[in-house]
Nanobody
């Protein structure tokens, strides 16, 4: 499966963006889809994940209450709705697929190409 992320852009602090990640083929119910982000000079950081079948979700403390991960099984697409954006959310955002519910980038074996999110103050 290939993943294609989109939806990034430039937004003012307090604004919103919705990222999308479309898979090239069906995602099975046992899969876990995650969003990570990486700012220049920093390590890749876990943002959110969703278990495809059960739709159970988990968020990093830094985005809990502001970001929402969801999925549309008919479109094989996972979303990241980002509200209340802050300048420190500025990063390249990546979607990824795993078979385990993990916050570690090393457990995700398929990655999208990344989409830039820039939040101005």
């Amino acid at each position: 499966v290939q993943l294609q992320a989109s939806g990034g852009g430039l937004v003012q602090a307090g604004g919103s963006l919705r990222l999308s990640c479309a898979a090239s083929s069906r995602i099975f119910s046992s899969a876990v889809m995650g969003w990570f982000r990486q700012a220049p000079g920093k390590e890749r950081e876990f943002v959110a994940r969703i278990r495809w079948g059960a739709r159970t979700t988990y968020y990093s403390d830094s985005v809990e209450g502001r970001f929402t991960i969801s999925r549309d099984s008919a479109k094989n697409t996972v979303y990241l709705q980002m509200n209340g954006l802050k300048p420190e959310d500025t990063s390249i955002y990546y979607c990824a697929k795993a078979t385990v519910a993990s916050t570690s980038a090393g457990d995700y074996n398929t990655w999208g190409q990344g989409t830039q999110v820039t939040v101005s103050s």
